[in-house]
């Protein structure tokens, strides 16, 4: 999936993986009850941040299409085109798992 959106410096869009509906045991959970997903897969990313001594560009450790943890209230929703999203530094990133 490709948007129409570039984050600025070390920033990352992120689309967060649908909420758990039912136990393991077999019980639905409410919409209402519902945990809020610590985990997703980066839609976007931008160029990187520069060092505060140097000045020279320190690239990204993600890319378009890792899955990622981040903590529980991490980033900042945003609506793009319907559809929700997280735009949040890199550093709220927990993991890169595959």
């Known amino acids: 999936m490709s948007l129409n959106i570039k984050p600025s410096a070390d920033r990352v869009v992120v689309e967060a ?31 990187g941040k520069y060092a505060d001594n140097t000045g020279t560009l320190i690239p990204m450790s993600v890319k378009v299409g890792d899955q990622v943890l981040y903590g529980k209230y991490a980033g900042t ?22």
């Open 77 to 98: 929703e945003i609506n793009i085109d319907g559809k929700e999203y997280l735009i949040m530094r890199e550093t709220d990133i927990y993991a890169v798992f595959n």
């Open 17 to 47: 993986a649908a909420a758990e509906t039912k136990t393991a045991s077999g019980i639905y959970i409410p919409e209402t009850a519902q945990e809020k997903p610590q985990k997703g897969t980066i839609v976007a990313v931008g160029p």
